[in-house]
């Protein structure tokens, strides 16, 4: 059973920076992709970032430039450093891993106040 587990979300002040955690564990092991996805109130869940088993990352326009997708193969880990926050990246950030089924951690808050 595949468990992810999100940390590193918070309160900010716009401009700010913080670093998201993805821990995976639990079988199966093997991906397509890892990524990041976030809900705001009263939103629809959208897409924010991917990065594919061989590295190849995918940004929604909205955060090119200044959200970056990562990953520790070691640590069974992905990332996502968020820079030049904006009040409008206020949402509840998932994780997700898609494999021959998709699954989804149980969310972080981030909040970015102007």
């Known amino acids: 059973q595949v468990q992810l587990v999100e940390s590193g979300g918070g309160s900010v002040q716009a401009g700010g920076s913080l670093r998201l955690s993805c821990a995976a564990s639990g079988s199966p092991f093997s991906f397509n992709a890892m990524g990041w996805y976030r809900q705001a109130p009263g939103k629809q869940r959208e897409f924010v970032a991917t990065i594919t088993r061989s590295g190849n990352t995918n940004y929604a326009d909205s955060v090119k430039g200044r959200f970056t997708i990562s990953r520790d193969t070691a640590k069974n880990t992905v990332y996502l450093q968020m820079n030049s926050l904006k009040p409008e990246d206020t949402a509840v950030y998932y994780c997700?891993?898609?494999?021959?089924?998709?699954?989804w951690g149980q969310g972080t808050q981030v909040t970015v106040s102007s």
């Open positions: 997700n891993k898609q494999a021959s089924t998709w699954y």
